[in-house]
């Protein structure tokens, strides 16, 4: 059973029939080249989950499949992605009640492995055996594993900024890495070109699918708080992917009656690579990108995002709002979290230095992204 009905551009809102989609080597908007947002037959997810044993059950990224467009799940490629612990150190807050969802508990070490799984079980349902990518490193190895978990093939583009470390991580699951000579903008473009112009392949990266397996983070937020909903969630903002779906799962579970509102979404970039901060500070429709990015932050070093208005749209419609912080804020913050037990790198601290920066109420949930070991950048 798929619940999905239609995919709608974020940009010119031009609706489309999921089979129109699925046949696109690159499932973007065909009209503004914009990105896609699923939607679905709620009312029969509604009836389908208001049990008991759905609202009690432990929280797996899988038991959320009704919200994912995905039509035979036993052929469903998992590694055991999500059920990530959403941990609470009265150290790490300074007012209200802080939680920390820890997403380097997943298998390759970032919440990156959530679409990744969504992204490669719709690779094999179209029967492709390759698949290509631009990555700033996490997404690569995330891709990297799940392919090699099902026997794909998998190239991936990485622009020159992105550490030795993740290059390893990405070899080591078998992928074949391509330098490119430029930014993650660039990388994007020559995977795309690769995936056009080589029909077995299947192009994974920010689209639709991947942003549907992400929302997972956002259902577990709320069934770890017992189907109540934070006040604030603060997310780390790089193609805006993640903050996206958090919304978006929030508004879902709104949808479907399981709770009453949506938390104010706090998006958070450092200061060298802002452009979704840039745009709401200025009250801007569009994103305006900002050329080769330079930041120890490489994770979220992407100057022209791909959910960049996307982002922008979460942050604006749950009254949420856009900070930055400098290299050395999400450095102190790693360090913080780091003597505290919670090791990330520095992309991953990113919303723990917003929160750092800015005072928030209530209870506030904040998104510690990737392992610390996967770049342990100024650590002896
Ligand atoms: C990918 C990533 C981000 C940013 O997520 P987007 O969906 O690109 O906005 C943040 N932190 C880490 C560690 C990541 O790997």
């Known amino acids: 059973m ?14 489309y029939k999921p089979q129109e989609i699925e046949k696109l080597p690159i499932p973007r908007c065909r009209n503004c ?25 432990d929280p797996t990224h899988w038991k959320y499949w009704a919200f994912m467009p995905v039509k035979d799940l036993s052929k469903v490629v998992t590694l055991g992605e999500g059920g990530t612990p959403l941990l609470e150190n009265k150290r790490l807050g300074k007012t209200g009640r802080l939680l920390v969802k820890y997403e380097a508990a997943n298998p390759t070490g970032s919440f990156k492995d959530r679409g990744s799984s969504l992204e490669i079980t719709k690779a094999l349902e179209h029967g492709k055996r390759k698949v290509a990518l ?29 550490g030795k470390e993740k290059c390893t991580q990405i070899k ?18 020559q995977a795309e070109e690769y995936v056009v112009s080589h ?17 997972t983070v956002g259902f577990e937020i709320a069934d770890q708080l017992y189907w109540h909903v934070p006040d604030h969630v603060v997310v780390p903002v790089g193609n805006g992917t993640l903050i996206w779906s958090i919304y978006e799962a929030f508004r879902e579970l709104a949808l479907v009656k399981i709770t009453e509102r949506i938390p104010r979404i706090i998006g958070v970039q450092v200061e060298n690579c802002a452009p979704v901060v840039h745009a709401w500070e200025n009250e801007l429709g569009e994103i305006i990108p900002v050329q080769d990015p330079k930041t120890i932050a490489t994770a979220i070093a992407c100057g022209d995002p791909i959910d960049g208005i996307a982002a922008l749209r979460a942050i604006r419609n749950s ?25 990330v790198e520095p992309s991953g601290a990113v ?23 996967k770049d342990m950048y100024g650590l002896e």
């Open 33 to 57: 080249g914009s990105a896609l947002d699923a939607e679905y037959d709620y009312r029969s997810i509604q009836k389908l989950i208001l049990r008991d044993d759905f609202m009690r059950d």
């Open 2 to 15: 798929v619940y999905v009905t239609s995919f709608k551009c974020f940009r010119c809102a031009r609706k």
């Open 199 to 215: 029909s077995d392949s299947f192009l994974t990266g920010d689209y639709p699918w991947r942003s549907e397996g992400t929302k």
């Open 172 to 189: 080591a699951y078998g992928a074949e890495i391509v330098a490119v000579e430029g930014d993650y903008s660039v990388a994007m473009k």
């Open 134 to 162: 631009a990555s700033t490193g996490n997404m690569g190895a995330s891709v990297a594993a799940y392919a090699g978990f099902a026997g794909l093939e998998c190239k991936v583009f990485i622009p020159d900024i992105v």
């Open 319 to 343: 009254g949420g709002e856009a900070l930055r912080v400098t290299d050395g804020e999400a450095l102190s913050a790693r360090d913080k979290l780091a003597r505290n037990g919670l090791f």
């Open 351 to 373: 919303a723990y230095a917003g929160v750092l920066k800015k005072k928030l109420s209530g209870t506030v949930v904040v998104i510690a992204t990737g392992h610390g070991l």
